[in-house]
């Protein structure tokens, strides 16, 4: 039953919230690497490739390490979120702004183009990572073949975020939802109708059938995230790229369900799964937020929310328990 699994889970982010009321993310302030070269920015080409102008006067090109944007060509899927992520980086370095250039072990790609971390500076003083930023911001993802490692658990660990957090390409782009493990399909919220029993219109079997998906779809990862109770350990890397499938998968949900408009009949019903589904998605920021951050009081205000949630299911049951009746199902 989905309500029991929900109920483990909910304990399981209490739990959590314990856990993360004792630790604290220690900011270390970074400085620019010695071995770094200062370079200008001409201009971007795309989500992870520079122009520019190095210190020695030379004009080149720079590739980023362990970040890979989405190619600006290619096929509708391979392309998801190009646009965005090359306007993120023509937003962080505008033509002019100087940045520092640290080199690893490949010193270019098969095109000819540096490969190099980029630090930038901040406004408040200090430099960051560019490549890790654009990773932890979902604009990136970590490519499995990458050969530079300084930096490796650093990068991987800031894409693992990015993927927790459900931002940008995690969440924008077919290809990357759903990334947990295979989940039990068991489930108590509303499920689907045959496609065309006695009882029902055409339009309403429809419906029905549709939205009964869309609720096995996000039972699914509700069971997992109770299931992550007992079966992973918090915070580990393999447990956050669970957690984060099924916070996307609750969130893609969602954005299916409000696109779908409900016969006159199950607009109650409709009502109260769109409010289970908004609380749910509002907690999965909440929640990952305090997982990313070890916030307990984000942990406490996701673990409301999704109560809120379970308690407009419940209605929702209620509601298609009362229609099947009235229509003899």
């Keep these: 039953m989905i309500r029991i699994r929900v109920g483990l889970f909910l304990g399981f982010a209490m739990m959590l919230s314990c856990l993360t009321s004792s630790k604290a993310l220690a900011a270390s302030p970074e400085s620019v690497p010695e071995t770094a070269q200062l370079a200008t920015i001409r201009s971007v080409a795309d989500g992870d490739t520079l122009r520019v102008t190095l210190d020695s006067g030379e004009k080149t090109t720079v590739r980023l390490i362990g970040a890979d944007a989405p190619p600006t ?3 509708t899927a391979a392309t998801c979120f190009a646009e965005e992520a090359t306007a993120q980086l023509s937003k962080s370095l505008k033509v002019g702004r100087q940045i ?3 080199k690893d072990i490949r010193e270019e790609d098969h095109d000819g183009r540096l490969l190099r971390y980029v630090w930038v500076e901040k406004k408040s003083g200090g430099v960051y990572l560019l490549n890790e930023t654009l990773l932890r911001d979902g604009y990136a993802v970590y490519p499995a073949d990458e050969t530079n490692l300084a930096y490796k658990d ?3 660990k800031a894409e693992l975020t990015g993927r927790a957090a ?3 390409l995690w969440f924008a782009c077919q290809q990357y939802l ?3 493990t295979d989940v039990v399909a068991a489930t108590s919220i509303p499920t689907a109708i045959p496609e065309s029993p006695s009882g029902l219109s055409e339009s309403e079997a429809s419906y029905a059938y549709e939205t ?5 779809y996000v039972g699914d990862c509700l069971v997992d995230l109770g299931e992550q109770a007992t079966q992973y350990n918090p915070f580990s890397d ?3 790229l669970n957690v984060a499938g099924d916070l996307a998968c609750i969130r893609i949900a969602y954005a299916e369900l409000q696109a779908i408009g409900p016969p ?3 607009e109650l019903m409709h009502s109260y799964l769109l409010q289970a589904l908004s609380s749910f998605d509002s907690a999965t920021y909440d929640f990952a937020y305090g997982v990313d951050n070890f916030d307990a009081a984000s942990i406490e205000l996701a673990t409301s929310k999704f109560q809120d949630g379970t308690y407009y299911l419940d209605l929702a049951n209620e509601e298609l328990e009362r229609i099947r009746e009235e229509r003899g199902l």
């Excluded at 009964?212 to 096995?216: L, N, P, R, V, W």
């Design 238 to 240: 393999e447990w956050v």
């Design 73 to 75: 060509k290619g096929d």
């Design 100 to 102: 520092w250039l640290e």
């Design 212 to 216: 009964g998906g869309i609720a096995t």
């Design 264 to 266: 006159p009949a199950f």
């Design 166 to 168: 459900g931002r940008g």
């Design 154 to 156: 650093r990068l991987l």
């Design 178 to 180: 759903r990334t947990s």
